[in-house]
C-alpha cells in the first residue's frame, strides 16, 4: 500500500509509512489465516455442497415467480372443481354418522362443535363451571402438556397458529389460549 | 431436479475419517520417522484460552524469527520440524523456508506454521495435513480448556453413554415363507384398488368443523415413510391392543373385587395408536370418497382434555400432542422408562426422536459443559427482520449486527429467509447475556458463557417447525409472521451436527469420528404444512409427495401441483425423510 509523502517533517512521513507497513502485515496475516482454512476445509472435504443450495435457492426463487404470475393457471387460489378422482366436495362435510359419544346422528361438518358441547369441553360448556376452578384447571394441564418432547431450552411454545373460528373478543380463555405463560 | 456431482477430493476414508493423501515427502518423512516427531512438538504447542488457536512457541514469550533474513513479521514463519530452524516464506515469492528444504540433506521438506500450527511441504509449496499431529494440537486445546482429570477424554465426550453402538447390518427384505403365505392368504382379502395410476393412500379427510389443523397433520403422518411402514405392517394391531386391554382392564377389576356396573363408556381406554392404525387402515383401503376422522379426534380430545375445545387449534402443538399421546400409552404398558434418545420406547421416537446437544462455554477459561436432550422435532426462528423496522418482539440473543451478518453469508440472495440460514443460527455459538451467566466448574464462579446447539443423532424423520407467531408482551399482541421462507427438497444436514460443530470449534482438525454420520445426512422432503390467513383465521394446508408428483391436501380435496407452488408456499411445517436407511442388528430376538 502506498501512501503519499506528504509533508517536509521526516518523522510524520515515516510514521505514515511504519503505519500503513504494520496494516499491510495484519492484512496479509488475516488472509493467510482464511486461505488456511479454506485450504483446510477443501482438502480435508469438509466443504458444504454450495452448488446444490444454489440450485434449490434458483429455483425456488424462479418458483415464486412464475407462481405470482397472473398468466399462468392460479392453481393455489383458483376454486376447485373436481378432485382427482374427480368427485366434488360440498363446504361443509356432508357424511352423517353416529356420535361415539351420545349416539345421535351428526353430519360430520357439524361434529367438533357438536362433541365440544356433547363432552362437556370446550368454553360454552367450560362457562358453566365456576370460573376459578376451570381456569386453574385450565392452566395446569397446559403446563404439563407443553413441550414436554420440544427440543431445547431457549425455545418456549409460544408459536401456535390458530384456525378457529374467530374468537370472541375480552373472552377469558380465548385471550388465555393466545398468551404464553 | 438437476443432480450435482459433488467434488470428489483425492482423499481416502478409515473408518469414517477424512484423510487426504500425504504429499510424497510428508509420506517418506512419516515412513522414516513416524509419528514421534509430531508428538514431540506436544511441548510447545500453546493454546491461548478459551477454544483458542494453537501456535508453536518453544518458549512462551519467544518471538520466531526467520534464520535467514531475520523477519519476524512477515505473514507465515515456518519451523523445520527436523531441525527447528525458522524461516519465512512468501507464495510465489522468495521463500527461505523452500531453501532451507533444498539446501540442507532430504529430511527437512517438512515445516509446521509458527503461528497457525499447520504443517507445511517446503519442497510441494503447500499445506499438507497429518492425523496425529492434528490429535496432539487438540489434545493441546482440549488440555488448555478442560478440567486436568478429564482432558485425555474431552474430545471422546461426544458420545452420551446411553447411546449403545450398535452394529449395522445389511438390509434384507422380508419374504414370506409357505406358513406364512397361507396364513395370510387365509386371513385377509385383496383390496380393490382402482383403476386409476393414482398412489394408494392418498384421501381427503373431511373437516369436522375447525378441524384442518388435525388434518394437515395427518395426512403428513400418513404418508411419513417408517410410520406408514409401521402401521401398515401391522405392527400395532388395534383388534389386539383392545382385546389385551379389556383382559387387562378385566383383571384389574377382579383383582380389586370391584363390581363393574356393565361398559361405563368414560372408562374406556383411549390409545391414539390404535385410531392410528384404524385411520391408517381406512386410508389405505383403496376408498377414494372423504374419510372423517371423528373417532380420531373423540380419543385425541379424551387424550388432550385442555385443548379440547373448537377452536383455536396449532397444528404444530397437535402434532407434539399426539407423538405424545402415543408415547405415553405405549411406556405405560411397557412399565419401564426407555430412553427416548435410542427411540426404543414407542414408534412415535423411533421415526421423530433425535438427540440435540447443548455445549455451554466458559468465556473465562474455556471449560465446556455438555448437556444432551432428546427432541422429537425442531422450531426454528424466523430472522429478525432485514432492512425494515427494527422493533421485533424478542429473542434475547439477537444483535443487530447478526441480521447483517446473515446477509453476507448467505451471498446471492440477500434479503431472503432460508431454512439452512435458520439452520445456521440455531447452530451459531450464542453468548448468553450478562444476565444469563452459568456457573463455571472450573472457575468455581459464575461466568459468562458462550452456547452452542447441535445435532448428536439425526432422527429417522426430521420435522422443522417455523415459529411464525410473534408475541410482543410490551404491546400484548401477537401477530403472525408471513415472510417467505425458503426450503429445500433436498437438505444435507450435515453441517448440523455435532461431529461438524466440534470439528468446527477445533478449527477443523481431524478427529476421530464414528463414521457412520456422515452417510445419514441427506434427507428429502416429502411434506408440507403450510398456513394462509390471519392468526386466529386461518387455513392449514398440506403438501404430499408420492411417487415423485406433488398433491395438495385440503380437508376434502386432493388435487395435483406443480412443484412449483409447494416450493413458493408459505411453510409452517416440513418433513423431510432421510433418504437412505440403514439397519443396525436389535437386541430381541424375534419379531422386534
Known amino acids: 500500500m502506498s501512501v503519499p509523502n506528504e509533508g517536509n517533517d521526516m518523522s510524520s512521513s515515516s510514521d505514515?509509512?511504519?503505519?500503513?507497513?504494520?496494516?499491510?502485515?495484519?492484512?496479509?496475516?488475516?488472509?493467510v489465516d482464511v486461505a488456511s482454512e479454506c485450504h483446510r476445509i477443501a482438502k480435508l472435504g469438509l466443504d458444504r455442497n454450495f452448488?446444490?443450495?444454489?440450485?434449490?435457492?434458483?429455483?425456488?426463487?424462479?418458483?415464486?415467480?412464475?407462481?405470482?404470475?397472473?398468466?399462468?393457471?392460479?392453481?393455489?387460489?383458483?376454486?376447485?372443481?373436481?378432485?382427482?378422482?374427480?368427485?366434488?366436495?360440498?363446504s361443509v362435510a356432508s357424511e352423517v354418522f353416529e356420535c361415539m359419544n351420545c349416539g345421535r346422528s351428526i353430519v360430520a361438518g357439524r361434529f367438533a362443535p357438536h362433541l365440544e358441547k356433547c363432552m362437556g369441553k370446550g368454553r360454552k360448556a367450560r362457562l358453566k363451571v365456576t370460573r376459578s376452578s376451570t381456569a386453574a384447571q385450565t392452566r395446569n394441564s397446559r403446563?404439563?402438556?407443553?413441550?414436554?418432547?420440544?427440543?431445547?431450552?431457549?425455545?418456549?411454545?409460544?408459536?401456535?397458529?390458530s384456525n378457529g373460528a374467530s374468537g370472541v373478543a375480552g373472552e377469558e380463555y380465548s385471550n388465555g389460549a393466545l398468551e404464553e405463560p | 431436479m438437476s443432480s450435482m456431482a459433488k467434488i470428489t477430493h483425492p482423499r481416502q476414508q478409515i473408518n469414517g475419517e477424512i484423510l487426504p493423501q500425504p504429499c510424497p515427502h510428508l509420506a517418506e518423512f512419516l515412513s522414516n520417522n513416524g509419528s514421534k516427531p509430531f508428538r514431540a512438538l506436544q511441548d510447545c504447542l500453546r493454546v491461548k484460552p478459551p477454544g483458542g488457536r494453537a501456535s508453536i512457541r518453544r518458549d512462551p514469550k519467544e518471538v520466531p524469527r526467520c534464520g535467514a533474513c531475520g523477519e519476524s513479521a512477515r505473514p507465515r514463519l515456518y519451523a523445520c520440524i527436523t531441525c527447528a530452524a525458522v524461516h519465512c516464506h512468501v507464495p510465489s515469492g522468495p521463500s527461505h523456508a523452500a531453501a532451507h528444504a533444498f539446501s540442507m540433506p532430504p529430511g527437512h521438506e517438512i515445516a509446521v506454521d509458527v503461528?497457525?500450527?499447520?504443517?507445511?511441504?517446503?519442497?510441494?509449496?503447500?499445506?499438507?495435513?497429518?492425523?496425529?499431529?492434528?490429535?496432539?494440537?487438540?489434545?493441546?486445546?482440549?488440555?488448555?480448556?478442560?478440567?486436568?482429570?478429564?482432558?485425555?477424554?474431552?474430545?471422546?465426550q461426544y458420545a452420551p453413554e446411553n447411546l449403545r453402538k450398535r452394529r449395522r447390518i445389511d438390509y434384507k427384505p422380508w419374504i414370506p415363507n409357505l406358513r406364512e403365505q397361507y396364513l395370510v392368504g387365509k386371513n385377509s382379502s385383496?383390496?380393490?384398488?382402482?383403476?386409476?395410476?393414482?398412489?394408494?393412500?392418498?384421501?381427503?379427510?373431511?373437516?369436522?368443523?375447525?378441524?384442518?389443523?388435525?388434518?394437515s397433520v395427518l395426512q403428513a403422518l400418513l404418508h411419513t415413510p417408517p410410520l406408514r411402514n409401521y402401521f401398515l405392517s401391522d405392527r400395532h394391531n388395534r383388534y389386539f391392543c383392545q382385546k389385551k386391554s379389556n383382559a387387562d382392564n378385566a383383571a384389574k377389576k377382579i383383582a380389586a373385587n370391584t363390581i363393574d356396573g356393565g361398559g361405563n363408556k368414560s372408562a374406556a381406554r383411549v390409545c391414539l395408536a390404535c385410531d392410528m392404525d384404524a385411520t391408517f387402515s381406512a386410508v389405505f383401503s383403496g376408498e377414494r370418497t372423504p374419510y372423517s376422522p371423528a373417532k380420531f379426534l373423540y380419543s385425541w380430545w379424551q387424550y388432550a382434555a385442555n385443548l379440547a375445545s373448537y377452536e383455536q387449534q396449532d397444528a404444530h402443538e397437535f402434532f407434539i400432542s399426539m407423538l405424545d399421546g402415543i408415547h405415553e400409552k405405549v411406556d405405560k404398558d411397557r412399565r419401564k422408562p426407555e430412553s427416548q434418545g435410542n427411540g426404543d420406547c414407542c414408534v412415535a421416537h423411533r421415526v421423530f426422536s433425535g438427540i440435540l446437544r447443548s455445549d455451554v462455554m466458559c468465556m473465562a477459561c474455556g471449560f465446556t459443559s455438555t448437556t444432551y436432550d432428546p427432541c422429537v422435532d425442531i422450531s426454528l426462528d424466523l430472522e429478525p427482520n432485514q432492512g425494515g423496522s427494527a422493533k421485533t418482539g424478542s429473542t434475547k440473543s439477537s444483535h443487530s449486527c447478526n441480521g447483517e451478518a446473515d446477509c453476507m453469508n448467505s451471498s446471492q440472495n440477500c434479503g431472503v429467509s432460508t431454512l439452512m440460514g435458520c439452520l445456521d443460527r440455531f447452530t451459531r455459538p450464542e453468548r448468553l447475556g450478562s444476565d444469563q451467566k452459568f456457573f463455571c466448574q472450573q472457575c468455581q464462579v459464575r461466568q459468562e458463557s458462550l452456547k452452542q446447539m447441535s445435532i448428536r443423532k439425526l432422527p429417522l424423520v426430521s420435522c422443522f417447525h417455523i415459529k411464525r407467531f410473534e408475541?410482543?408482551?410490551?404491546?400484548?399482541?401477537?401477530?403472525?409472521?408471513?415472510?417467505?421462507?425458503?426450503?429445500?427438497?433436498?437438505?444435507?444436514?450435515?453441517?448440523?451436527?455435532?461431529?461438524?460443530?466440534?470439528?468446527?470449534?477445533?478449527?477443523?482438525?481431524?478427529?476421530?469420528?464414528?463414521?457412520?454420520?456422515?452417510?445419514?445426512?441427506?434427507?428429502?422432503?416429502?411434506?408440507?404444512?403450510?398456513?394462509?390467513?390471519?392468526?386466529?383465521?386461518?387455513?392449514?394446508?398440506?403438501?404430499?409427495?408420492?411417487?415423485?408428483?406433488?398433491?395438495?391436501?385440503d380437508d376434502a380435496w386432493i388435487t395435483l401441483v406443480n412443484e412449483n407452488i409447494v416450493r413458493a408456499a408459505q411453510g409452517y411445517m416440513m418433513f423431510y425423510v432421510q433418504k437412505m436407511l440403514f439397519y443396525k442388528a436389535s437386541e430381541k430376538p424375534g419379531p422386534a
Open chain 2, 115 to 156: 503461528d497457525r500450527a499447520e504443517l507445511f511441504c517446503c519442497a510441494c509449496r503447500d499445506q499438507v495435513y497429518d492425523r496425529d499431529f492434528d490429535a496432539a494440537v487438540v489434545l493441546a486445546q482440549t488440555a488448555a480448556s478442560t478440567l486436568a482429570s478429564s482432558a485425555t477424554s474431552a474430545v471422546q
Open chain 1, 143 to 161: 403446563g404439563n402438556s407443553a413441550s414436554t418432547y420440544s427440543t431445547y431450552s431457549n425455545s418456549n411454545s409460544t408459536s401456535r397458529l
Open chain 2, 471 to 553: 408475541h410482543s408482551s410490551v404491546r400484548k399482541m401477537s401477530r403472525k409472521v408471513d415472510r417467505y421462507l425458503q426450503f429445500p427438497f433436498s437438505l444435507d444436514m450435515a453441517p448440523y451436527l455435532s461431529s461438524s460443530i466440534l470439528r468446527s470449534r477445533f478449527g477443523n482438525r481431524i478427529l476421530p469420528f464414528d463414521g457412520d454420520e456422515h452417510l445419514c445426512s441427506d434427507f428429502e422432503l416429502f411434506a408440507v404444512v403450510t398456513h394462509t390467513g390471519k392468526l386466529d383465521a386461518g387455513h392449514y394446508v398440506t403438501y404430499l409427495r408420492l411417487s415423485n408428483q406433488w398433491y395438495k391436501c
Open chain 1, 16 to 31: 505514515a509509512q511504519l503505519s500503513s507497513h504494520v496494516f499491510g502485515d495484519l492484512l496479509d496475516s488475516i488472509i
Open chain 1, 51 to 90: 452448488e446444490e443450495e444454489e440450485e434449490e435457492l434458483r429455483l425456488s426463487a424462479q418458483a415464486r415467480v412464475r407462481v405470482a404470475d397472473p398468466s399462468n393457471s392460479g392453481e393455489a387460489n383458483s376454486k376447485y372443481v373436481v378432485d382427482i378422482f374427480g368427485q366434488n366436495h360440498p
Open chain 2, 190 to 215: 385383496p383390496l380393490n384398488g382402482d383403476v386409476s395410476d393414482l398412489p394408494w393412500g392418498l384421501r381427503g379427510l373431511n373437516n369436522l368443523g375447525n378441524t384442518c389443523f388435525m388434518n
